[in-house]
Every structure is written in structure tokens, then in C-alpha cells.
């Protein structure tokens, strides 16, 4: 079963992502540098393709992803606005959110210039319009880690401490 983090831009996905997986012992993938492996920097693609023709992609990407697992994916922090893709990514495991607030992630990605949505100087209202949009989103997951006051590492150990907590035990030997 995958564990799919979700989380706007600076809540650490793929840095918790790397961590967790070495906890859970799976393999770890990051949605976003994988589709910028095979297609070019995300700033390119939206830049000369779009962002619909960018979000066709990342949903081709999360498909092919969410069914070779299990693995821990770090997804992109649009990604989940799409109903099709947090279907897709819960038919082959569960969704964390990595909930981070408009003035931590903001503090983190505000000397960030390869944020397409957020434009050239990011700025905390339009860190905060954005989290506000993808509220239901982000919302409709199966266990949120709030990360402002959180380690990588902690974030990761309480997710995978919630994770083999659902994991059926093996049968008592009789």
C-alpha cells in the first residue's frame, strides 16, 4: 500500500518523503522531479505548454506512480486539487497531508524562483489565497501531520507510526 504525501509548496514532502520511506523500508519517488525528468523543468512546461497540458501530465505521472508500488510518492501540491487524481492515489494507498500554515510555508518558499503559480516574488497573500482554494482538497485525506514546529524526520516518524498502525497483524500462532 503506497503512502502518498500531499502538501502546498514548502510543507516538505519530498524531504519527509525521503525519510519515510527508509522507515517504512519502500522505495521513495517524488512525483514532480520524475515528471521533470521525463518532460523538462516544471517552469518550462508551463511557460511553453500550459498548465492544463502540465496537469495532463502530472495525472499521467500519479497513474503510473500510484500502481508500481507500494512506495512512499511525494505528490505535487496541486496535484490533489484534481477529485480523479485523489481517487487514483487512495484505490492504491492513503493520503497524508502535510499541513503546513500560509506563513510557514511562505517564510520557505519566498526565495523560490521555479514556482510557476506563485510568480517571480512570492508573496503571503497569495500564499494564503492559494491554501485557501485547495482547502477541501488538501482536506480530504486519510491522516494530516501538522509540520510548522515538525522535523522531517518527526513528521516522518509519526506518519509511520500511524501507518503500521493500520496494517493488519499477522494471525496469532494457535
Request: glycine share 8%.
Amino acid at each position: 500500500m503506497n503512502v502518498a504525501l500531499t502538501g502546498f509548496m514548502g510543507a516538505g514532502k519530498s524531504t519527509t518523503g525521503k525519510r519515510l520511506a527508509r522507515l517504512l523500508g519502500m522505495p521513495f519517488i517524488d512525483a514532480d522531479a520524475e515528471l521533470e525528468r521525463l518532460h523538462g523543468s516544471i517552469a518550462e512546461i508551463f511557460a511553453t505548454r500550459g498548465e492544463r497540458e502540465f496537469r495532463r501530465l502530472e495525472t499521467e505521472m500519479i497513474e503510473r506512480l500510484s500502481a508500481d508500488g507500494p512506495r512512499v510518492i511525494a505528490v505535487g501540491g496541486g496535484a490533489v486539487v484534481e477529485l480523479s487524481n485523489r481517487r487514483m492515489l487512495r484505490r492504491h494507498g492513503v493520503i497524508v497531508h502535510l499541513k503546513v500554515s500560509p506563513a510557514v510555508a511562505w517564510r520557505r518558499v519566498a526565495h523560490r524562483r521555479h514556482r510557476p503559480l506563485l510568480g517571480e516574488r512570492p508573496d503571503l497573500a497569495r500564499v494564503t489565497s492559494m491554501l485557501t482554494e485547495r482547502a477541501s482538497a488538501y482536506a480530504d485525506c486519510d491522516y494530516v501531520v501538522h509540520v510548522d514546529h515538525r522535523t522531517p524526520l518527526g513528521t516522518a516518524r509519526a506518519i509511520a507510526r500511524w501507518y503500521r498502525a493500520r496494517q493488519p497483524h499477522a494471525a496469532d500462532p494457535a
